[in-house]
């Protein structure tokens, strides 16, 4: 159940027809997740955003690809992005994520929420030594 | 300003001089910053907390130091902790975090709050090829 | 699957009627949805919370009915709050919404979405300029 | 710096001296803090938003006046609102919470933020045996 | 659906067996619910996590247990963590949480929520007189 | 205080001094507030970012400018972005909002707040007249 209706034939569109060809040029595969599918509705909003998570995601940057899902994955979860959670865990899956990584993926995070929730609760002010200013 | 005034004279309890003393040992540094002082009005609370997160961040896993500290950087921007922020972008630094890398870090952020908001605007339905138990 | 079993008959409950008659009479509509079904355990509750939304909501006022549901729409997406993004996005197209409209709409809290976490994540200080007392 | 500069002499307005009347008189105290002098700008928000926080902070209900402050922190912690997580210890604090109490509220906090972030990133299903419609 | 396959035969690992035997003895039930099993993955996360779990939650503190799931469900809420509200409720209803006092939690939970975001959208500045170092 | 210190001289750099002069020419002011200025450590992360911007909020689109930056403002509260906030306030005062569709805002905003809530703590489910893809 979703709040827009993906259109019935997306690639009837051409500009829509190039961003999924590209989609499954990049990634090696004929499968077209559901967020692209829902975005087909404004070409040009489906081509900035799969611009983006081209250029930053399936790309080779200073940080591998691995380290980029995992990141995204982070964020994904503390914003409560079940669709992302999902989409994105499969494709750090797919870049080797081993069993154990994962596991300490979740306790990291676990972690993180912790630390953060009690600083929020404890209102900590900042150490003058993390202000990157005065470096 | 905080909620809760640190105590004065922290190491005057033994239990806090240890967990003091293990943060000095295990960062090779005098430095204890502010969560651990504001965390001192509990020892046990204390000594879990720094339990935590020397288990998982100061000691080897499967996942490199700093592969860590993104995890943790990332998901304290989307749950809005300045504090924990600014603390864990100085450890990254502390750990090799180059300049490139934390601009990726800061667009890989941005691009997932991005498909997080869009995703949950569009109430997009979660694709049956992600769910881990099929598999 | 809710956390709380609504009334089975909650129109026996001569202040939940009126309130859900005051619904149907100020939409136009019989279709009371399941908002004010799963309050009706509470009818001062129920007549507290539908009195605010028809107020703000219902009632015309300095800002037009149609941007009233995008601010809505906008927070309910921020608060990851699924049944709150599909109530307001079909009041939304009930008051006009163009699938033109949608899109941009789609578009600016993406946008949004991605310079909060910009800004939380380098914490930009406040410009004074923005400083509302200052003025 | 707030986004709108507050009143210079708010209770020239007498819907609002009586609204900070109606709060020295409840707390019997001078003190008005910066919330409701921030909403004196609109007389009827300042209004409501006081009597709601009147009838269920300040007025006896089946929760202990302390327990509501208790769940009123713990919101605030989630939502990263420094200011009420400062304005409602305060309030905590004066009517009773004791240094105890105080670290357990900080250690359940933090356990709840760590298992909230730990089933959205493993997308625990839910228990049928929790659904309120079944039983 | 979740992002990782609980394993099938949770207690043929003897640390799982042992952590799901504590649960049903401290909880007086057979049932043990899916978050249990999700962690089973990991022993060391799964001990931990009960551990935390058992020591706040399950064992007798200054806070009485029904004050403790109410802050728990409060964090869970603003969390946007369906699962942790369901159980948590849930748990709430075993420990003796009435009717009345649910519709109270609620209507807490909703106010809070209110002024947190009054008071972000006014970014109003904290009073000098919550500064518990100032004590 | 930072994460991460803006560059001292950022028209040095030709792209950067390029934003700026489109930043000054489109808002017809020479005032750069800081996000531009923290941005300008990754010209091609500014210019992506400011082309965004731009596109959006400061070329007309279906929705009036004001509209868009009350989305803007609603987005930025609920994600607890200080900076934000303040930024999008003083240019929806730019763009014309008055004091009174200020209140509006707030009250609009402070209710969607409420009742998200309100519905993820009762776990309501959607309802099925709200499905687009039924229509």
């Known amino acids: ?6 259109p019935a034939d997306p690639e009837a569109d051409p500009r829509v027809q190039a961003v ?3 989609i499954r040029a990049t990634r090696k ?3 077209i997740n559901n ?5 087909a509705f404004d070409a040009a909003l489906l081509e ?3 611009g ?3 250029a930053l995601m399936a790309t080779p940057t200073t940080l591998d690809p691995l380290t980029k899902e995992l990141i995204y994955i982070a964020v994904s979860v503390a914003n409560a992005c079940s ?10 899956r797919a870049k080797g994520l081993t069993d154990a990584q994962h596991g300490e993926l979740m306790a990291i ?7 953060n929730h009690l600083v929020t609760a404890l209102q900590v002010p900042v150490d003058p030594a993390f202000d990157a200013g005065a470096a």
């Open 1 to 6: 159940m979703s709040t827009r209706k993906p």
């Open 109 to 115: 995070i676990a972690l993180a929420a912790k630390t």
């Open 52 to 54: 983006e998570v081209k």
């Open 20 to 22: 999924f060809d590209d």
């Open 29 to 31: 595969t004929d499968f």
């Open 35 to 39: 967020l692209w599918r829902a975005l």
């Open 83 to 92: 669709y992302c959670v999902h989409s994105h865990t499969a494709a750090a």
């Open 48 to 50: 900035r955003t799969w």
